[in-house]
């Protein structure tokens, strides 16, 4: 069974940071891209990052350009996604998913498998 589990989440100020950690198992996540999502109340889930196998990357948010960035260690079965300079509009459930063909899309349902989410909360 496929088990994620994003953690690293929770309350900062603003201009703060924050790492999280997508950990995956029962899976090898070699050859997979893992990409990472967030969803803020009232508004629909949209695509963070991703990062390919090969550890190209891909960023879907504008608003994140310069400020998150995405990693991943295949032999801990882990991704990262750091996140710098936060402010109070990042903040959302954040999701981590595996696309098992390698393909970094910021459509979701392009993913196989999702995490349940970890929260993110920036005040002001």
């Known amino acids: 069974e496929v088990q994620i589990v994003e953690s690293g989440g929770g309350l900062v100020q603003a201009g703060g940071s924050l790492k999280l950690s997508c950990v995956v198992s029962g899976y090898t996540i070699d050859d997979s891209a893992i990409g990472w999502f967030r969803q803020a109340p009232g508004k629909e889930r949209e695509g963070v990052s991703c990062i390919k196998d090969s550890g190209s990357a891909a960023h879907f948010l504008g608003a994140a350009e310069g400020r998150f960035s995405i990693s991943r260690d295949n032999a801990k079965g882990t991704v990262y996604l750091q996140m710098n300079n936060l402010q109070p509009e990042d903040t959302a459930v954040y999701f981590c998913?595996?696309?098992?063909?390698?393909?970094?899309?910021?459509?979701?349902?392009?993913?196989?498998?999702w995490g349940q989410g970890i929260q993110v909360t920036v005040s002001s």
């Open positions: 998913a595996v696309d098992s063909l390698d393909y970094c899309s910021e459509w979701g349902h392009e993913y196989d498998y």
